[in-house]
């Protein structure tokens, strides 16, 4: 299984950006599909994820501003970022989990300046 994120890119505050991840097999495979993102100096910590069933759930400081949405027609699963603020600078990774093993996607850079 691969997964190809893309769509990252420099950013005004009060911008927006959308992620995709593209997936080499159907999304309904997957059981999560989830957002992650690292910033220099801390910890992979998870922005949003969507079940199989449609449940989403967001890390507090992105609800109201993003949303993630699947498509199963396009096998990619979308991270739309409104209202951008500095600390959602971070490289960010999509995450998806079958019920056997989770397949991480290579990074893309998302840099909010002030």
């Known amino acids: 299984v691969q997964l190809q994120a893309y769509g990252g890119g420099l950013v005004q505050a009060g911008g927006s950006l959308r992620l995709s991840c593209s997936a080499s097999i159907a999304i309904s495979s997957f059981n999560y599909m989830g957002w992650y993102r690292q910033a220099p100096g801390k910890q992979r910590e998870l922005v949003a994820g969507?079940?199989?069933?449609?449940?989403?759930n967001y890390q507090d400081s992105v609800k109201g501003r993003f949303t993630i949405s699947g498509d199963s027609a396009k096998n990619t699963v979308y991270l739309q970022m409104n209202n951008m603020k500095p600390e959602d600078t971070a490289v960010y990774y999509c995450k998806c989990t079958t019920k056997w093993s989770p397949y991480w996607g290579r990074g893309t850079q998302v840099t909010v300046s002030s």
């Open positions: 969507i079940t199989s069933d449609g449940i989403t």
